[in-house]
Each structure stands twice: as C-alpha cells, then as structure tokens.
C-alpha cells in the first residue's frame, strides 16, 4: 500500500511540477555476501566466492527545477555466492538467488555530467537456485542501502553500484554462540537508456 501511495505521488507532482524520464537499466558484476565468521580465517574452516550477478529493469526518474532528482524503479536481480569449505568433509554449497527489487532514491548532480545516486531498496526473493545444501529458511524480503556513482550522456547513463542488504539471506542466524549470518553484497556497472519523457 505503502508503494502505491509512493508511485501515485511521484506521478502526480510529475504532471504539476516537472517531467518522467523513463529509463530501461541493466547491469552486470559480482556478487557476494559478508558473514563475520568467514572474515575471521582462525575459526571459519571454509571461504565465500563472488559469482556472477546481474540485472535489468526499468526506472523513472522525475526531472524538476531542482538537482535533486526523485527515482523510482522495478528490476529482476540474480545473485549468490559460492562457500568453499577447506576440508573434503563438506561439498562446495552453490548459493544462487533471484530477486525482484524496487529502488527508491535520489540523484544529485555534482560536476557536469557526473552524479551521485542513493537508493533504499526492497527485495522480494522470487526463486532459491541453490545447490548442495537446504535452506528451509531463506528470507524472503531483504533491504539495503545501494549508493552509486554514474556518468550521464545524452540518453545514456552509466554507473558503479554497491548494494548493502541488511537481511540474513540465507536464514541460518546463530549457531550457539557463533554468527552465521549472511548478507548480500552486490557491486554492479550499470547502463541506462531513456526511451521516453512524459513532460
């Protein structure tokens, strides 16, 4: 409910005060999770390897009078990590994921056609892709923060992202006294075309 409101605001001050620019996005980089245990090389007993993690949607971005600009946008994202154990007693666990996320943020020019961007972002875990190992419960819902830079030219848009997700990904929490939390890290170069503005 709460993002219906969000959206109908954002159309209506845009038809009063300034224009849409949408945008259809996609970007490609590594993913992979931070969990203290791993960290600590003494203790861990196994090692998490970035994969492969991409994504593609759409975004609108709500151009006014001002640098600040309002985005909001919708994008399928897969991403996950590999956890290699250093003894033969545990099988390599595959962690993959997909998740539909909706990005809530701010652009803010800062030099010519260099910006900065920051989102709030939402994931909603459609599919659990992971190999050797159950997970009864993964979360379903995770959110993060995901700063970004981004170099805007004509219709285009480029940029670097980092997602932070504030979620145990993979549900396993604490096992005792140890923390076995994961939580999602994403780094991705992004590209953005604008195919229409609704003035």
Not at 53 to 71: K, L, T
Not at 85 to 94: A, I, K, N, R
Not at 128 to 137: A, E, M, V, Y
């Amino acid at each position: 409910m709460k993002t219906k409101l969000i959206i109908l605001f954002f159309f209506i001050s845009g038809a009063a005060f300034g224009q849409f620019d949408l945008y259809l996005t996609a970007g490609a980089g590594i993913g992979n999770y931070l969990n203290k245990i791993e960290r600590d090389k003494t203790q861990a007993g196994f090692e998490l390897k970035s994969v492969f993690a991409g994504s593609f949607g759409a975004d609108i971005n709500w151009i006014r009078y001002s640098r600040i600009n309002p985005f909001l946008g919708i994008n399928f994202i897969f991403t996950g990590a590999d956890q290699h154990h250093l003894s033969d007693v545990f099988p390599e666990y595959h962690f993959r994921f997909q998740y539909i996320t909706v990005p809530i943020g701010l652009r803010v020019p800062i030099f010519k056609s260099l910006g900065f961007e920051a989102s709030c972002v939402n994931s909603f875990q459609i599919a659990n892709k992971t190999r050797n190992i159950d997970l009864p419960k993964t979360a379903a819902w995770d959110i993060g923060v995901q700063p970004a830079i981004y170099y805007q030219y004509k219709s285009w848009r480029g940029g670097l992202s980092y997602y932070f997700g504030f979620n145990d990904a993979l549900g396993i929490g604490y096992l005792g006294e140890l923390d076995f939390r994961y939580f999602n890290r994403i780094i991705l170069f992004n590209l953005a075309y604008r195919l229409y503005s609704f003035d």
